[in-house]
């Protein structure tokens, strides 16, 4: 049945009752979704019924990789990892690479759905056909890295891969994530929802192999992407020797990189103090996840004071926005701490340092008091208040305790107003773009089905200047709605269902995606796809996507920005005097509505949309 | 020649010109020697000259492991790493257990001399027979954890084992440590010799196997020995679960815990706060040393506090007291982040603690300042104190440059009487005796050839009651000379040279420890021994080492005791009212020399014993 890059075969892990079984994949889900994100919307919309409790045994966790990882095919080592998300209420849904999606595929599964809730810590050892359930007692209130080197040792093995959570997953903070090697399932709070299955960690060592349909027609698709990742002017000569920190600079010089919890965006430009040429300063290397040979991934060691010593993989450039810009931090060192930090004790570096940064206007406010945070002076630019409330966040200690279900539960416990400074959309905090500058992402960030989320629809049309399909005015509102469900279409067609990575769209094969994912499918697999087959495999997991959200009660209203966004112009900068109005906001959700063949007034896929989409059976359940 | 145990072959690495060779290991450095110490002992006095820089060029590095280990031998994956020690002038040597002994054997070496200077950080990789010198210019400043991880991916192989240096080495601080997987060669500033010489680490992977000449003979040898671990009534139902912890309570016990820089032992007992009974709620699990039934190594986790989340390997017993009694900390989380740090940066945990509780002792004293601390308040018990400081040492920084030497550089450049609180033998800091309660035992800290060293001559006799050879009262001086004698002998023969793990010759085979030795010897080589000749290869190394501090121009007056413990009684405990007087050490010193047949006015070995042991060529470098 199938020729190549499926193992057909879905592992079915159940908590509550210590067992597990193999199912087959229905290759009509194959067909329809391709793979990880879209197995992962399919199986989440399809088992975990409207109004379930996000932390309690009845949610899902469902780990899928795509049918190119363990192939060939560069850059494909990775996985959708879904589930309803504490932090939102709505579909939680988050991307890692590294090597755990792989040893995946090896061990002969397309998807892992983790069921139940064990009634201890317990870690689930797969080797291959042969699942165990093992004590994790001891394991509970470890660090991430020691975590994985304990199991290895345990097991004797030390080439299995693992996903684990650390203490904050454990302690259920809704921004924790699971960390497999050192990638993380950075957001939307999936740590959380594994610590309450009481599971401690996935380990897996896989010794089989991902088949392939046709390796000659393999060859060729393969080639057309590796040249186009050659001619890429960016990718080897800048992103190899760079990753990510870069953005840095390019997002200062366009008056878009978010500082002092979005207050001084473009006025306040901290680039010579933690900007490339500095982030260089500590960099000692790079990683590669399986099978790439780009190798962005920046090592970086901590030079100076208390922090001296510190390695991080990263920070990322949304840690730099995050523990850096938008908190105010200038001290590198400082920033790669915290980022280590958040690795070893689980959880997202983006909504911990964006709710710190609500936190500190709070403070410079007076809405927050000293008493309010233990004694600490917790202003704009003080790392070590940072790094303190990011460790008492993962324990539930002092002021972390407040914190530690990010912004919107902040600001819900604080109250006296403070919900208007908290820069979130359906909970989930805000990315390293001020979307004042650059709207189609704004529009993304509005109507994402996971919050706001640049990891959607990134309009890099906006941001980078790519221009395709078209050039764009990043401050123009018209045909706004069209081009973010392009983007968010594309993205989740050609990087998350395959589970391809996403700065290859972005840097190298933008012009060819869609060509590129049908010709590798057709050699991988014996499924067949136009580019606009694959596009709409995109449409059809947005809308599935959305649909779990409309089911959960979210609507139109819940598509917005902070109020921030829409009222405050830029101050400074090469943005200055931008924002998004609320008429403009209202403008383009009206524009991708309609272009979405979605209910204006609702937001709601009508019938026929779903229909056209195959996705008829959705409809009774949008009450 | 060699039909098992030995490959014969010696790997020479000359860092300053970047090569390496292979010797053979002559058949009668095998017989005389056994391996490990013994090798380690012969070749640093052979090969690097009286008054050698112990950080420069000339001193050399060698690894030694046992002809047992790598066979079915259980407990003898060890080695002895030897160099002229910064920190005491004399012999460094220190032994450590883990993977990497064994992979050395593996890859097919006895031994691996380290020689020379790397122009820049470099680490060796040696896979079999094939040496490699790679650049560890970005690894320079990495805790040691992320070192060898970091190796590990750039090598593709996560099955190497490694060891390193964390910045505390690289700093060439005195009292820095190797770090091998968990494990330490800890003491005497070994990893200073390694940053001394630009080497970062040291990567083995070894495919081979270690011959054995007779499986018959090795199995019923075997036989004897594993019987006589089962029968011991401590080392598996006890020891395998709590390691060396329980050892604070028996020490606080007989009176001998040290506490606050030995101001305090016996007086004040601080059982109840980091005893057994407290250990026991952090552990959660515990590791082997490759081919280990036993499991000693206790894996801890600490719960509260800043320190919540820090797994350590340990504290073990000597760390409790360092950390805990003789510093007056009383919280077994930050004695447990400590160890942690201590393993990351590199440092000896025993040697820093007691250099941080004699300045603490100055602190009370008023000999040291706010200051002088940088602002700490550095009264015992100060677990912040002690933590923040540890870390400034590695990195030299504030008051940690003034102490990351070593108490007795401490209180050379402190002066103002400091050195009299100064806790230390030739330098080397005080293990976790109060020998003032155990004579014995205090007569071999005076006379062992790496200063005040537990490892050496261990007085189980006096500590734990054990009846071998003969019962013995602690509180004795009697006698004594030649107790030591033996314990040093025994020890050496039958632990350090065929490295084999020294609780074993403790707790099980004390008994046999000549038979057994002299038996596994004859199963595993082609070499014969008696117990006595087992015994007397115990004595030829620490006659052979003895001699190199004599040509460093080490005296009688250089095998002493710190003041303290000559002159002040124990003011508590069961040990209360004792000490050794100096006429009391001149006593046991008298008589330890007449054993040994050295000049009894000078210490130096006479030319009759060292011929008699085949070291005749020693004497005329002994002027």
Redesign the interface.
């Given at each position: 049945m199938y020729k190549g890059g499926y193992s057909g075969k879905v592992l079915r892990v159940n908590l509550t009752e210590q067992n597990s079984t193999v199912e087959d994949l229905p290759e009509e889900t194959a067909k329809d979704f391709i793979g990880g994100a879209g197995f992962g919307i399919k199986y989440l919309f399809d088992e975990v019924k409207g109004g379930t409790d996000a932390l309690g045994p009845d949610n899902k966790l469902i780990f899928a990789s795509g049918p190119f990882s363990g192939t060939t095919i560069p850059c494909a080592s990775r996985m959708a990892v879904t589930a309803k998300s504490p932090l939102t209420g709505a579909v939680g849904m988050a991307l890692s690479g590294g090597y755990f999606p792989v040893e995946l595929k090896f061990a002969g599964y397309d998807a892992l759905i983790i069921e139940g809730k064990a009634e201890a810590p317990t870690y689930v050892w797969i080797k291959d056909e042969e699942v165990k359930f093992r004590s994790a007692e001891?394991?509970w209130?470890?660090?991430t890295?020691?975590t994985q080197?304990?199991i290895k040792?345990?097991l004797h093995d030390?080439?299995i891969r693992i996903a684990c959570i650390?203490?904050a997953g454990e302690n259920q903070i809704k921004i924790a994530c699971i960390i497999n090697e050192w990638r993380a399932v950075g957001r939307k709070g999936l740590g959380a929802v594994m610590g309450s299955k009481n599971l401690k960690a996935i380990a897996i060592r896989g010794t089989g192999e991902v088949a392939v349909a046709d390796k000659d027609k393999l060859k060729a698709a393969r080639g057309e992407m590796t040249k186009a990742m050659k001619e890429s002017p960016v990718l080897y000569p800048n992103f190899s020797k760079l990753g990510t920190s870069m953005v840095v600079d390019h997002t200062c010089a366009i008056g878009i990189f978010p500082t002092k919890n979005f207050t001084a965006t473009g006025e306040y430009n901290p680039v010579d103090k933690i900007g490339v040429e500095v982030q260089v300063t500590r960099n000692?290397?790079s990683?590669a996840c399986y099978g790439c040979p780009v190798s962005c991934s920046q090592?970086k060691?901590a030079?100076t004071g208390?922090y001296?010593?510190?390695?991080t993989e990263g920070p990322e450039f949304e840690t730099m926005y995050s523990y850096g810009g938008v908190t105010g931090v200038e001290d590198i060192d400082a920033i790669i701490a915290a980022d280590r930090m958040a690795d070893?004790?689980g959880f997202d570096t983006m909504s911990s340092g964006v709710t710190i940064a609500f936190a500190m206007e709070l403070y410079e406010k007076g809405i927050l008091t000293k008493e309010d945070t233990g004694g600490l002076e917790l202003n704009f630019g003080n790392h070590e208040a940072m790094n303190t409330v990011l460790?008492q966040m993962?324990?539930r200690e002092g002021i972390g305790d407040l914190l530690a279900d990010g912004s919107r539960a902040a600001a819900e416990r604080i109250g006296k107003g403070s919900e208007k400074y908290a820069m979130h959309v359906k909970g989930l905090e805000l990315p390293a773009y001020d979307v004042r500058g650059a709207k189609a992402h704004g529009l993304n960030y509005a109507t994402s089905f996971t919050g706001a989320d640049h990891c959607r629809g990134y309009a890099f049309q906006e941001i980078f200047g790519i221009p395709v399909p078209h050039e764009v005015d990043r401050f123009a509102v018209e045909g706004k709605g069209k081009l973010t469900m392009w983007n968010q279409d594309i993205r989740t067609a050609t990087t998350d269902a395959p589970t391809m990575c996403a700065f290859l769209l972005d840097m190298a094969v933008v012009g060819i995606a869609a060509q590129n994912t049908a010709s590798l499918m057709e050699a991988v697999t014996d499924l067949t796809y136009t580019p606009d087959d694959v596009l709409q495999v995109g449409e059809r997991i947005n809308n599935l996507a959305h649909a779990f959200n409309v089911r959960e009660g979210l609507t139109r209203a819940d598509d917005t920005l902070p109020e921030r966004l829409l009222t405050e112009p830029l101050k400074g900068g090469a943005s200055k005097g931008h924002f998004i109005s609320r008429e403009e906001l209202d403008q383009m959700l009206d524009e991708y509505y309609a272009e979405r063949g979605w209910d204006v007034e609702t937001g709601v896929p009508t019938r026929e949309k779903l229909e056209e989409l195959g996705l008829g059976y959705v409809t009774d359940q949008l009450k």
């Open positions: 001891k394991l209130g470890m660090k890295t020691d080197q304990i040792n345990e030390q080439n650390g203490p000692v290397g990683e090592l060691l030079k208390p001296a010593g510190v390695l070893e004790l460790r993962a324990f």
